[in-house]
């Protein structure tokens, strides 16, 4: 520990209450009154594209400078896309991809 | 109540599977920077978020200012609030639950509640208390179990993390399947990569969802009506 026990505990708590109040904050806003039409549409239509972002988000490390920075997750995140449009199957495309991607970074692309 | 348990922990095993190595990498890096088990525990318990805890670390190495770290948390977190928005109806009928399920609304509880399917037999409010409920608790344990016994393990996991890529492709791989106008997903794919391009893997994700919401507030008129009215009724 560099910073002491105290510190740590105030880190804790600021960045605890910080994410908590955002989780909090669009019921604080909304919870009383009736949810404004626009605020019902983007709650209808962000999930999808929240996901696709944060889909986005977990391939972001993937980089076209080197096969083993882009080979690994595209082959991977085709297994699944492949596995789940044939079988949709949840736990099978999860397995499958992350097989895939776990046999590529630790035996072909070390 | 045994089959909504049963179908909630069906649902969770993936998640499950991503926390584990997860949780017990960050135990690891807990423990390497003098914060035992308990340490690791009562962080995953109250922050629940697994990104901004990584980068609390550097925090815990000291010469942070506390304003500093309550700004970085706010940023990496704020897509929670495009979270909640979906949620303002459902949670209002489930009473002090309500609480919990606004606590607990990390990416993965948000995941399950968007691909929720109800099952015969099953009580939907009691499968996704309970399916938040095992995500906090896979998170806290995995945690502390990396604090206790993380570095005696010697298969390799390197990799497994990516059970959390798959679990978001296949919600919205679900997610374009039931919707009638696929839009919102084209608009939000353009706005991230375009963000990733220009801001880099470290920056874009706040910037794209702000673009894609805006994107999709200007399409409003033609999407409303494709997207809205044919949900109501569901």
């Known amino acids: 520990m560099t910073v002491d026990a105290g510190r740590s505990l105030l880190i804790i708590a600021v960045c605890a209450a910080c994410t908590q109040l955002e989780r909090a904050l669009p019921f604080l806003m909304f919870g009383r009154r009736a949810v404004p039409r626009v605020v019902s549409y983007l709650g209808r239509i962000l999930p999808m594209a929240v996901m696709t972002v944060l889909v986005i988000y977990c391939l972001r490390g993937t980089s076209f400078a080197s096969a083993g920075s882009c080979v690994p997750q595209l082959a991977a995140a085709a297994v699944t896309a492949g596995l789940h449009l044939w079988k949709r199957s949840t736990l099978l495309s999860i397995v499958g991809g992350t097989a895939c991607y776990m046999l590529l970074v630790q035996l072909v692309f070390v | ?234």
């Not at chain 2, 109250?46 to 990104?51: E, I, K, P, Q």
């Not at chain 2, 919401?213 to 033609?222: E, G, M, S, T």
């Open chain 2, 1 to 234: 109540m045994k089959a909504s348990f049963a179908y909630a922990f069906r649902r969770t095993i993936p998640i499950m599977v991503g926390f584990f190595p997860l949780g017990i990498a960050y135990g690891i890096l807990m423990s390497a920077a003098g914060y035992n088990f308990l340490w690791s525990g009562l962080t995953s318990f109250v922050v629940l978020a697994g990104s901004l805890q990584f980068l609390m670390l550097t925090f815990f190495a000291g010469g942070v200012n506390i304003a500093t770290v309550a700004v970085m948390a706010l940023l990496l977190n704020s897509r929670h609030i495009f979270y909640g928005i979906s949620y303002i109806d459902k949670f209002k009928n489930y009473g002090p639950w309500k609480y919990f399920m606004i606590y607990s609304l990390s990416d993965e509880s948000y995941s399950l509640l968007c691909s929720y399917k109800p099952l015969e037999g099953t009580d939907d409010k009691t499968v996704n208390i309970m399916s938040s409920g095992f995500v906090c608790f896979y998170w806290t344990v995995f945690s502390m179990l990396g604090g206790l016994v993380g570095e005696l393990i010697t298969f390799s996991t390197k990799g497994i993390d990516f059970a959390l890529t798959a679990l978001f492709m296949v919600i919205l791989l679900d997610q374009m399947k039931d919707a009638e106008n696929k839009l919102p997903v084209l608009v939000s794919g353009v706005s991230g990569v375009v963000c990733l391009l220009l801001l880099g893997p470290g920056n874009f994700l706040l910037p794209s969802l702000m673009a894609t919401a805006a994107v999709l507030l200007l399409l409003r008129p033609v999407l409303d009506k494709t997207v809205c009215d044919n949900r109501e009724d569901v």
